[in-house]
């Protein structure tokens, strides 16, 4: 059985040294450098002691999922294949997880849909797989542009659901997303989402930590669940198999095991504020027209308080970072002085927008928009306009907007 | 994992269930020459099941389990159906997760185990139904046999949907009237053993679970052989007895008179030349086995 704390300072195949990661994460040296976010996704990955990662090619994480395979043929990770589709992939990555590695895996859009049955099972078997999900559009006509409409089916999956924003984001969620996942007390699934294209397919400086450096390995003694490896007694796990019964002890049994697994994406929000920081991000809260994002939409919203500013229009920001848990506490403490709380979405319906709805009171504050979707850009001209029009103030009209 | 793993602390030994009591007195981890006749000796693998008097796999399913060359370093792997009302007291690790995904779950397992463990026996044998490993399952039955994944799928060919009710299957015979075939199944039944050996298995299997030694026989060389060459598949007849109108002990009968030598189980095999050789010396090994067991047992006489 491995022991995490004994493998400290010791080396790897690869020379790597297994690091404390929050030594890794808060006081290693950080190198700046200029990346794509698939590029970035790989090098999170060469520091994060991967044993299983699985591919599947959809745009836009194809590159990412072909780059970890790399690292592959280098060495770093532990095994590597395609699959032959999003839900077999999903299957293959909980077989994996079953068999105690620390897995990996990527996919985007209507792959996140083909694969979805997979994700209460991963959540109800409780094993800590992290899937990048590099959202894009899922409707029909094919679109494989950026649009975040599948997160919304992500969110009660029982996964915790993380959502960032930048490149820099995402190199370190990834490797902090593994330390919130594997605690003993939560042992569940992490979507990672980003906006596809927009993160992915961008060049951005994103400070790395060493590369000889890298996470401690998995330790699947330390699951909640027995690790599937006949490494530890194989304990009838029902004298009665209550799967499919008609009786009271069924639904209770399946009623606490649900409720238990709501109960660890509650307890993952110490782990999530230990190391995110919170799960919300604050900028002048006390103003009474606040921005409330997750994703780009935040980064878009950070410029339209810049162009508001300039004209005298004062406007607070609250980045979500983490979807599940959701931050109900902190959105509601830091909206409680606006008189307007504004929601940019990369999506048709504002799953957002409705998450904080049903969070804060007086919820008609809440401004679902502006929406762009299918592939659209946000440019912060239009979170202007939105917020100008919704103040009565005089905005200038968007060609095609027919205002 | 060893047999000393499941030991029991004397202190607990009384508050432990009987049933896990007898698993470490008397199953047989760990038996080299383990195999059906130890059925009624030792502690099986399986303890009671919740599948119909009589059922034909519930037979298959102790045959399967006292025939595992190395239950203790096997996982298994199931699907949605009636094996799943057993395998939560199968004394192995095994997995249920969805419907169908069997061969992918194995496939991801088995490369864990590989990495985890590197240079030890870690088998994975997936046992699901025929609505599961050829109809919703096929594309990663397939798959996982093009990928040449290293474990040993068996279905258990009941030529129904048992489960759900009886619902016609893609193993099921044509002209067969059920549920979802109300005027008679359209189709023929889907040749998977032969698709099997196309799709790269190296050991495939059609036959009926009425002799417990060739049950013992087959499971012994599958195991072995998708653990040191690639995969292979296990066909085996187990009818559901419930659904074709029959009574509980007439399953014998209906299996016997299925595997004749002109009908649909008549007994077929299909051994790829590596996997030949492995299964020669296999029986090499095993005949100087008994022969040093043989010479012992002269000496000590003597």
Known sequence: MADIHSVIGTKNKKGQTYTDTWKLMNEAPRTPSFFTGSEVIKEALRRASCDVMIAYPITPQSEAAALIGELFAEGYIGDYFRGESEFAVMSQCAGAAFGGARVFTTTAGPGTMRAMENFPMWSGARLPIQMIVTCRGINSPLSIQPDTLEIAYLLNTGMLVWHAETAQDFFDWILKGYMVSEEPDVHLPLALCCDGFFVTHTKDVVNLTPADMCLPPYDPYRSPVPCMDMECPPVRMMRDPFVMKSNYISYATHASWQQEIWAAVERSRKHSIHWLNGLIDTENTDAEIIIVASGTAVSQGREAIRLLEDEGVRCGLVKVKTLRPWPEEEIREATKNAKHIFVPEFNV??????????????????????????????PPEIIVSEIKTALGMKTFSLAGRGS | MSKERIQISEDLYDIMPPDYQDLVKSATYGKEDRGWKDIGTSKELIEQHSLCAGCPESMAF?????????????????????????????????????????????????????????????????????????????????????????????????????????????????????????????????????????????????????????????????????????????????????????????????????????????????????????????????????????????????
């Open chain 1, 349 to 378: 319906t504002g799953w957002l927008a409705k998450e904080i709805k049903a969070t804060i009171p007086n919820h008609e504050r809440v401004h679902a928009g502006p929406h762009v979707c299918g592939g659209m850009t946000m």
């Open chain 2, 62 to 302: 102790r045959y399967i389990l006292a025939s595992l060359p190395n239950p203790e370093d096997t996982v298994m792997v199931g699907s949605t159906g009636c094996t799943s009302l057993v395998f939560p007291m199968v004394a192995v690790h095994n997995i249920h997760s969805l419907f169908g995904n069997q061969n992918a779950i194995a496939s991801g397992l088995k490369r864990a185990l590989s990495v985890r463990f590197p240079g030890r026996v870690k088998d994975v044998v997936v046992l699901a139904g025929d609505g599961a490993t050829v109809d919703i399952g096929l594309d990663m039955t397939l798959q996982a046999w093009f990928r040449q994944e290293k474990f040993t799928t068996i279905c258990f060919d009941n030529e129904l949907y048992a489960n759900t009710g009886g619902q016609e299957s893609g193993l099921m015979q044509k002209g067969f009237v059920a549920k979802m075939a109300p005027v008679g199944k359209l189709f023929d039944k889907v040749r998977l053993p032969e698709i099997a050996r196309e799709s790269g298995c190296h050991y495939v299997i059609n036959c009926t679970v009425s002799k417990p030694s060739l049950v013992e026989k087959v499971i012994r060389n599958a195991v072995h052989i998708a653990r040191e060459i690639g995969p292979t598949y296990l066909q085996l007849y187990t009818p559901c007895i419930l659904e074709i109108g029959k009574n509980s002990m007439e399953g014998l009968q209906e299996m016997r008179d299925s595997e004749k030598p002109t009908e649909r189980f008549a007994y077929k095999e299909y051994i790829s030349e590596p996997a030949k050789q492995l299964l020669a010396e296999l029986a090499a090994k095993d005949k100087e086995r008994k022969a040093a067991a043989k010479q012992l047992a002269g000496q000590a006489s003597a």
